[in-house]
């Protein structure tokens, strides 16, 4: 589980990382990419209800989008707010594949520190 500051709870900061962030998207995800001034990196999970039925699956998608990014948090950069969008259902997808996807967008998106 991400500790309750590695989240975006406030809706105007949701807002601000959804309309002026940047995107990016793989066969699964829509990442969303905004600035902020903290010093550390926050997130955001979203599991549509349109796109991923059952309130178990949204709940599961959501548990698994997290613990690839607490897997991976000492690599990505500080002093971002990011949003990650599930584009279908992952139900059937595995952990890796799904682990694999995430950190395929991070790469792209260049949020992940070079060593």
Request: with cysteine; glycine share 4%.
């Amino acid at each position: 589980m991400l500790s309750k500051k590695h989240t975006i709870k406030k809706k105007k900061d949701f807002n601000s990382a959804f309309k002026q962030g940047y995107n990016f998207a793989n066969n699964l995800f829509i990442l969303k990419v905004g600035k902020s001034s903290l010093d550390f990196s926050r997130f955001a999970f979203v599991a549509p209800s349109k796109i991923i039925k059952g309130a178990v699956d949204r709940n599961k998608t959501k548990r698994i989008m997290r613990a690839c990014i607490k897997d991976n948090d000492y690599a990505i950069k500080e002093g971002l707010d990011i949003i990650i969008i599930a584009k279908e259902n992952l139900k059937y997808k595995k952990h890796k594949e799904i682990k694999n996807n995430i950190m395929e967008l991070f790469k792209k998106s260049k949020i992940i520190k070079e060593k």
